[in-house]
């Protein structure tokens, strides 16, 4: 298949088939990111896209689950967007689902209309990237909607009918009170979304980007393993959402945790205690990964 540049998708999409409709990231502007840098963003023409269907199609055969990449396939025009889903279903009878990232700020700048359509259209699950509750942690990582906005941009995906995914990033705002505000502003935030699926990450910095240099330059200081888990455990503790798919078991994290809230809150809290008095092994720093 033809792409442009490095390509990223969630875990849960390992067996996908990638179809890239835009290219890079309408914002890609967060300080802690080092995803898209290595293109500009713009949207791929509907006939490309369209090419890549057709060869796709003698490729596989049929196939059950497609991936739009790339970072924010939803910033796509509305009509485009559509016409790529009805191509994909007439194309591939098997198919059961299309999914993408979203960004907030693209979200919402769709009208409750659109994004309706879109999920009826077949678009099924949008993951998108809250990474914090917190107002003035929004602001300082440049995620380009403040908490307000960011929470209205989930509202509208839940609204719409989408299958929400959300992901958060442990250790974001560093040590002290200003994590404990993190995770209290998070699971806050989560709350009044009402996600079906939460992924809580560990923050890794990475070279050449805005928050990574600070890293390196000591002006940023990361959570240790135990605070990384005191933080998830906050989090976890105050997180009301019934139903909700939490993990916590990306390459990043400490110790690898997955399970239904409110039914498996207290044995996901039992093994952050274990850890925590050092009855629980938990992943070895050279083992961590982005």
């Given at each position: 298949m033809r792409y442009e540049g490095n390509i990223y998708r969630p875990p849960g999409e390992a067996r996908s088939y990638l179809l890239q409709v835009t290219v890079g990231c309408s914002h890609n502007a967060c300080t802690f990111c080092g995803m898209y840098k290595d293109k500009r963003y713009h949207v791929r023409s509907l006939d490309d896209i369209f090419e890549d269907i057709a060869l796709a199609k003698r490729y596989y055969g049929d196939v059950n689950r497609i991936f739009l990449c790339d970072g924010d396939a939803v910033a796509m025009d509305t009509g485009d967007l559509l016409a790529v889903l009805e191509r994909l279903?007439?194309?591939?009878?098997?198919?059961?689902?299309?999914?993408a990232y979203a960004g907030p700020r693209s979200t919402l700048n769709k009208s409750d209309e659109e994004l309706a359509q879109l999920r009826r259209a077949g678009l099924v699950r949008l993951y998108l990237g809250v990474e914090t509750g917190s107002d003035a942690l929004l602001k300082s990582i440049c995620k380009g909607v403040d908490a307000a906005e960011m929470l209205l941009a989930g509202q509208k995906m839940v609204a719409a009918g989408f299958d929400l995914w959300t992901?958060?990033?442990?250790?974001?705002?560093?040590?002290?009170?200003?994590?404990?505000?993190?995770?209290?502003?998070?699971?806050?935030?989560?709350?009044?979304?009402?996600?079906?699926?939460?992924?809580?990450?560990?923050?890794?910095?990475?070279?050449?980007?805005?928050?990574?240099?600070?890293?390196?330059r000591g002006e940023f200081t990361l959570l240790n393993a135990r605070q990384a888990l005191e933080e998830t455990r906050l989090l976890l503790e105050h997180l009301d959402v019934n139903p909700l798919h939490f993990t916590s078991d990306h390459a990043s994290n400490y110790l690898p945790l997955k399970g239904?809230?409110?039914?498996?809150?207290?044995?996901?809290?039992?093994?952050?205690?274990?850890?925590?008095?050092?009855?629980?092994g938990i992943k070895p720093e050279q083992w961590r990964g982005i």
């Open positions: 279903y007439q194309t591939f009878p098997s198919l059961e689902r299309v999914n992901m958060v990033l442990i250790g974001l705002a560093g040590p002290g009170e200003a994590s404990r505000a993190h995770a209290l502003d998070t699971a806050a935030m989560i709350n009044a979304m009402k996600p079906r699926h939460l992924s809580a990450l560990t923050y890794i910095p990475e070279r050449g980007t805005r928050l990574g240099n600070a890293v390196a239904g809230l409110p039914e498996d809150r207290e044995r996901l809290l039992h093994l952050l205690d274990e850890a925590l008095a050092g009855r629980q």
